[in-house]
Structures are given as structure tokens and as C-alpha cells.
């Protein structure tokens, strides 16, 4: 498996424009978390899908985020309109059922200019 | 809530052993992970406690006290490339414990000395 799979790798937009983060979790994975990295907050969990339904999206900072998952292997996170303290890594990973370890994809560095 | 408490750094030399601790607060808990972070890469994954006791995997072993709320990551034979933050995860909340989401500690920076 080629493992978590996430689009684009860099993104660099200028304020106000929408923005859409891709992952495709690793095959038969059933949970899929969203996690935004700063050097000020560290990892933080934005929200999480178990068999492609929301379970929690407490982290989700505003209206401005949304994320969806219309099947097993794809999801979306969309910034709209994006701000400047939204620049950040985003990761997205994926754990099968019972499973211990989260795989991580490579991320997407965001800059919002 | 769920919170998690590491140091913010720590400094050793090579050859030498170090202990990174965690603890946690959290309703409900299915386990405590431990992942590893280059400057740069992705975290993966190092070890995992669902009881008490210790996890050894080579170099690394990892510890749990349930009653503590606390474990640690144990490195051993540090070597150059163990430079990287470390962080520590809990699955945890209210539901059963696949569905539970995974939290991770503020991490813990690294550096190995020649």
C-alpha cells in the first residue's frame, strides 16, 4: 500500500480564497483524523471520521472549516475564506479497526498570504 | 477533556539513555501511543501501551501506569538520528475505543549531543 495519501504537498494562497486539502487513508482503514501542526499549538485534532461519519469535530477552530468524507477512501478539508493564522501543516491519518497505530500522510504546508 | 503533559526539551549525548514522561488527563482511555517527528517529515509511529508495564522494541521501550496516569519513552544507545521531537497520544473519550479520537501531547524536542 502506498500508504496516507495527501494533496497538495504545498499551497500557498493569498487571504480570503477558498482552500481544499485532499487524503486518501491507507485501503481498509476505517477512522480518519484531521490534525493542523504550529510551533505555537503543536498537533492539534481538528476532527475525526470512523466508517466516513463526523464523530467529533470539537477542533474544528470555525465556521470558516469544513470537512467531508463521502467514502472509504477520500476525504476533504476546506478553509473558506482562508486568513493568514491559518498557515500551518495539516496531516491527515488513518487507523483500521482495532488498530493501535496511526499512519501519517507527508502533509500539506499551507501559507496564506 | 482530554489533556496531555510533556517537558518541552531535553538534551543528552550519545550512548547515553533518556527518559521523556507523560501524563495525561482523559475520560476514558484506550491506550497511550508514542510517535516520532523529524524536522520537516510526518510523526510515525513507535510504540503503543494498552495495559501497565513495559513495551520493549529494540532500542526504545515504553512504559504505563494506568493508576498514575503517566508513562514514559525510554531510548536507549541514543545515537545522532534520535534527534527529533517525540510526542506522546492517548485514544480516549466517550465512546467504544476504536471510535475514540487520538490526542497528542505538546511534544518533546530531542537533541542528541556527539
Known amino acids: 500500500d502506498a500508504g496516507v495519501i495527501q494533496s497538495p504537498r504545498h499551497e500557498v494562497t493569498e487571504m480570503g480564497q477558498e482552500v481544499t486539502l485532499r487524503c486518501k487513508p491507507i485501503s481498509g482503514h476505517n477512522s480518519l483524523f484531521w490534525y493542523r501542526q504550529t510551533m505555537m499549538r503543536g498537533l492539534e485534532l481538528l476532527i475525526y471520521?470512523?466508517?466516513?461519519?463526523?464523530?467529533?469535530d470539537s477542533g474544528m477552530p470555525e465556521d470558516r472549516f469544513s470537512a467531508k468524507m463521502p467514502n472509504a477512501s477520500f476525504s476533504t478539508l476546506k478553509i473558506q475564506p482562508s486568513e493568514p493564522r491559518d498557515s500551518a501543516v495539516y496531516f491527515c491519518?488513518?487507523?483500521?479497526?482495532?488498530?493501535?497505530?496511526?499512519?501519517f500522510g507527508q502533509g500539506t504546508r499551507l501559507t496564506v498570504v | 477533556g482530554q489533556s496531555l503533559e510533556q517537558p518541552s526539551e531535553v538534551t543528552a549525548v550519545e550512548g547515553a539513555i533518556v527518559q521523556i514522561n507523560c501524563t495525561y488527563q482523559t475520560s476514558g482511555f484506550y491506550g497511550l501511543s508514542w510517535y516520532q517527528q523529524h524536522d520537516g517529515g510526518a510523526p510515525t509511529f513507535l510504540s503503543y501501551?494498552?495495559?501497565?508495564g513495559l513495551e520493549e522494541t529494540g532500542r526504545f521501550s515504553s512504559f504505563l501506569s494506568r493508576s498514575d496516569s503517566y508513562g514514559y519513552l525510554l531510548l536507549q544507545e541514543l545515537q545522532m538520528k534520535d534527534s527529533a521531537s517525540y510526542f506522546c497520544a492517548v485514544r480516549g473519550g466517550p465512546y467504544g475505543g476504536a471510535t475514540n479520537k487520538l490526542i497528542f501531547g505538546t511534544g518533546t524536542l530531542l537533541a542528541v549531543q556527539p
Open positions: 471520521f470512523n466508517n466516513n461519519v463526523p464523530i467529533d
Open positions: 501501551n494498552g495495559l501497565d
Open positions: 491519518a488513518s487507523t483500521g479497526t482495532g488498530n493501535t497505530e496511526a499512519f
